[in-house]
């Protein structure tokens, strides 16, 4: 499968996990050319290593324009919600959300947002 759609589909089923967090800040990164730790790659899981090593292969190519800026809003969405489900002085994410959440698509053509799953 293509790293872009590994990785959505890992936002969309697992946007509170903490490996889920650092693949949405590594994109950001990416596409923003902001610095990027490579401890926080080393503290991934072998599954969501290998999919940052090949999505930053795959971000290196700049082909694929409409799978990369839906990527790219799916993470920025996750960085707002996880902002927002913060308090103050706890870190970015949790390993698990005690409630599951699903991207839900707006009928009016609105971006995807992060909703609960029905």
Partial sequence: MHPYKRATRNIKCHPFR???????DLILS???HRLFSLQRLFDLNGRSFRLAVALMGEWKRRGKYAKKAKLLDLSV??????????????????????????????????PDRLGPER
């Fill in 77 to 110: 969405q996750l960085r707002e919600v996880l902002a927002e489900r913060r308090p103050s002085g706890e870190g970015a994410s949790t390993d698990e959300a005690p409630a599951r959440q699903k991207v839900v698509k707006a009928p009016t053509g609105e």
């Fill in 30 to 32: 990416l596409e923003s």
């Fill in 18 to 24: 903490r490996d889920t967090a650092v693949l949405a």
